[in-house]
């Protein structure tokens, strides 16, 4: 294990947290011969309108990793709480930068494999990069992980030929329910919480003056028996950050019974498909979303309400919980969890794309050192040891904050 040398990496995943390990490890510099797999069938993944909330790590990467220098993050500037009436009952002086997935996806498309888009340009290529492969439309099968012989990732494309890679390193950068982490460990298993995240984002310009000044570059919050809902300003259309064409990025956690007929009735899309995890936008029956509207003007502050009117295409998350007790699943250390992969963050953390960030970082650090020599069974353990305290922590908190926030009483109640 000392000797074997990471040079032909596959990861798997092609979303933000298998982008971060890509961009990082390119950046190394060492002639690594990088290939994302990605089950989805397009060239690009479609943006969700999801907001991020861009902490430490997340800003650490950007600054150390992006060539295009593209801005990032809207600021806010302060923690509103408000009550069923609209009014601020808390205020707290706190800056936070909020991005969007949509614009961290195409600047790291950029960085990884040159993409150009209006969210950013391709930078030049730089010396000893090796090569950057993405590849859509590949689904996960088997690995082959004898000892003694090749890594091998098998896959099936999406008109149904199937491929296979060698690798001496495979990441699963795949998402809380990963194919990797099921196919060598499937006793970790994926479980719903209790409730869901509606979700939508609303142009800033079209809410009334008084939700503008509760919402814009503001974080604001409203509590009351299992609910909870929250807003930030994100990025526009483009990834922009100019005042007047960003969005307002709004989430509202609502407990359902798992399998009640309320939650059955939920996750039913309008062609009568059950979805167990995402409910994507344009899915929703009118029916749905016509009653959580009125249930919006029966329960929020006026505010919030109005965020919900004025979405018009909102998009429904399960929460759940998952966690992985290993990051490195293989005898001989071919194999490794990151991201989400390892651990499914509750997203009252807003902390799941740090985690991604965090663990690209530590594992680029962790090859580079590999490559240079260093015993590759020693790197591993202490980078393990690192982002699975990492993952313990902020899976644990999540749990804590999640069952507060919809199971118990928040002290900002409204």
């Known amino acids: 294990m000392a000797h074997l040398q990471p040079k032909n ?6 979303s933000l947290g298998g982008l971060f390990l890509g ?20 060239q690009l993944l479609h943006d969700q309108g999801a907001g991020v909330v861009a902490a430490g790590d997340v800003q650490e990467f950007f600054q150390r990793h992006d060539r295009t220098h593209t801005p990032l993050a809207v600021t806010s500037h302060q923690r509103l709480y408000l009550d069923r ?28 494999d040159t993409i150009d888009s209006e969210y950013a340009k391709a930078p030049e290529p730089m010396d000893n990069e090796g090569t950057a492969v993405y590849r859509h439309g590949h689904q996960v099968g088997d690995v082959d992980v004898d000892a003694g012989t090749p890594l091998v990732i098998h ?24 194919t ?11 479980t719903y919480a209790g409730y869901v995240a509606w979700r939508g984002t609303v142009p800033e310009t079209s809410v009334s003056s008084s939700a503008r000044d509760v919402f814009v570059e503001k974080f604001p919050f ?31 956690y609502v407990n359902y019974a798992a399998d009640s007929p309320e939650h059955v009735d939920l996750m039913t899309d309008k062609e009568g498909k059950r979805h ?35 979405t018009e295409v909102p998009f429904v998350q399960a929460i759940t919980d998952v966690i992985s007790p290993r990051a490195v699943l293989e005898r ?83």
């Open 222 to 252: 409203f509590h009351t028996s299992g609910c909870q809902i929250l807003a930030y300003t994100i990025p526009g259309p483009n990834g922009t950050v100019e005042p007047g064409k960003r969005l307002l990025n709004w989430v509202w």
């Open 332 to 414: 001989d250390g071919r194999v490794v969890l990151s991201g989400d992969a390892l651990a499914g963050f509750r997203p009252h953390t807003a902390a799941s794309t740090n985690q991604a960030a965090l663990d690209a970082m530590l594992l680029a650090e962790a090859v580079g050192r590999i490559v240079d020599g260093e015993d590759r069974e020693q790197v591993l353990g202490e980078w393990e040891r690192r982002v699975v305290q990492y993952a313990r922590e902020g899976q644990r908190s999540g749990v804590e904050m999640g069952q507060r926030s919809q199971f118990g009483e928040h002290p900002l109640r409204g």
């Open 85 to 112: 009436k609209g009014n601020v009952i808390d205020r707290e002086d706190k800056q936070q930068h909020m991005t969007s997935w949509d614009l961290l996806y195409h600047v790291l498309r950029a960085n990884f």
């Open 23 to 42: 961009v990082a490890l390119k950046q190394l510099r060492k002639n690594l011969n990088i290939r994302i797999l990605e089950k989805n069938p397009t």
């Open 155 to 178: 896959t099936t494309t999406a008109d149904g030929q199937s491929e296979s890679f060698e690798a001496d390193l495979l990441i699963g950068a795949d998402g809380p329910s990963s």
């Open 9 to 14: 990496i596959v990861i798997v995943g092609g």
């Open 180 to 190: 990797i982490r099921k196919l060598i460990d499937p006793s970790v298993k994926r």
């Open 276 to 310: 167990h995890i995402t409910l994507p936008p344009g899915g929703i029956r009118d029916g749905v979303w016509t009653k959580q509207k009125e249930r919006a003007r029966e329960i929020l502050p006026p505010q919030f309400a109005e965020l919900v009117e004025k």
